[in-house]
């Protein structure tokens, strides 16, 4: 299995909602990643985990929180956001996070609505 | 910090005609290099990377460190070929904290008949 799912597709949330999103690997892969990707831009790096641990958080707002449970699952979740949170969520996994020239598999995306 | 920079928002060429993307970077240090792709209504996924020195689907790409570039080029552009490229930078390996990956704003391709 080489693909990263994520799930839901899609998700519509008022901002007094809790919501997960949820990312989901079989590769193998040690690392995981958060991104976050607005309309016609590139996607920006939120969050990195290395072995089930944070390695890096790009100065993400604590409204959005992650959770690596185990090697294989990445979870987001999501609390008080604001309607500019909406954007395309995409995850993604390497072997290594320690080790730039590793390719990157992502997934789908999860398309969040913030209203 | 690493900052990579394509020029071109939108690149439209015929069918048959060569396409050269470019993608220029700034890093202090021993950079990674990659393009991904993104073809309509599918995720982003790696075309190429430095690294590997391969050619796929027909393209290249040529890490040129005196000019910091890494340009992506194909002889003849394919209707298959239009989509959104990115070239992206990583640093290379680090014992202390993970890498990053950094990615350009992006080129949509466009191959016309």
């Known amino acids: ?115 | 910090a690493q900052r990579v920079t394509q020029p071109e928002k939108l690149l439209s060429v015929f069918k048959g005609a060569p396409v050269e993307l470019k993608c220029n970077y700034s890093y202090s240090g021993s950079p990674e290099l990659f393009w991904y792709v993104q073809y309509s209504r599918q995720r982003l996924q790696l075309l190429l990377r430095h690294i590997s020195r391969e050619s796929i689907k027909g393209f290249t790409a040529d890490l040129n460190k005196g000019e910091t570039s890494f340009h992506l080029k194909k002889p003849f552009a394919q209707e298959e070929d239009s989509a959104m490229y990115y070239c992206a930078l990583s640093d290379g390996l680090n014992t202390g904290t993970a890498s990053k990956l950094t990615f350009g704003t992006g080129t949509r391709l466009q191959v016309t008949l």
């Open chain 1, 1 to 115: 299995d080489t693909e990263v799912t994520q799930t839901p597709k899609h998700l519509v949330m008022g901002m007094t909602n809790k919501k997960s999103l949820k990312c989901e690997q079989h590769m193998g892969h040690r690392a995981m990643y958060w991104y976050k990707q607005k309309a016609k831009k590139p996607p920006e790096l939120m969050f990195v985990y290395s072995y089930e641990k944070l390695s890096i958080n790009e100065s993400v707002p604590s409204r959005f929180s992650p959770e690596c449970p185990n090697s294989s699952l990445l979870n987001l979740h999501l609390h008080a956001l604001q309607p500019e949170d909406s954007a395309l969520y995409l995850c993604a996994s390497s072997q290594d996070a320690h080790r730039g020239a590793y390719e990157q598999y992502f997934g789908p995306g999860t398309r969040l609505t913030v209203t």
